[in-house]
């Protein structure tokens, strides 16, 4: 798979065609976000991983996404000045996509189809946690809530996805971006 995810076509907030090959080189990490879920806060700790981290090419990319009790209902523009009034968000973040179903962005598809298991940092499992809130969830390998997280190395390489409990200032998250920086 590797280069493949630099080729899928994407769209910026304001609706310009745009990729991931301007990437290229760094180290990414591919978020599925949304403004009105319990996850929400951690937008902040994205962007603290962010500038921490962007200087030796860690970008991380979020994808904007309405499938998971519609929790994403805002506008790109609305998206926009949610993340920067709330959380300044200064990494890239993309057009509002689909994660799950028959209408799967591709690039969901390809990050799915390369990493179909989700790292999972706690003693209980995120899945088991949302069904205890009567949430029904989807199955391996599809996207399981908003913010699970994908690690795609410089060549283009997903190497590793972690559940969206996953806080960004988990060691274990931090330790996998720390070694992908180091590898040139």
Not at 16 to 32: D, Q
Not at 60 to 80: S, W
Not at 87 to 99: A, D, E, L, N, W
Request: aromatic share 10%; proline share 7%.
């Amino acid at each position: 798979m590797s280069a493949a995810i630099y080729d899928i076509p994407l769209h910026t907030l304001s609706g310009e065609p745009a990729s991931l090959a301007e990437f290229k080189g760094k180290v990414l990490l591919v978020v599925n976000v949304a403004s009105k879920c319990g996850l929400t806060p951690q937008y902040e700790g994205l962007e603290k991983l962010y500038e921490l981290f962007r200087g030796q090419g860690l970008v991380i990319a979020g994808f904007p996404a309405n499938d998971f009790k519609q929790q994403e209902p805002g506008t790109n523009e609305e998206i926009q000045a949610f993340c920067s009034l709330n959380y300044g968000v200064q990494f890239p973040i993309f057009s509002k996509i689909t994660v799950v179903g028959a209408e799967k962005h591709p690039l969901y598809s390809a990050l799915i189809a390369a990493q179909p298991k989700a790292i999972s940092l706690g003693v209980i499992s995120f899945r088991e946690k949302l069904k205890g809130y009567g949430i029904e969830t989807l199955p391996d390998p599809e996207i399981l809530w908003n913010f699970e997280k994908f690690l795609v190395s410089r060549d283009g390489e997903v190497v590793a996805r972690f559940s969206p409990d996953t806080q960004p200032d988990a060691r274990e998250l931090i330790s996998a971006i720390e070694a992908e920086l180091a590898r040139k």
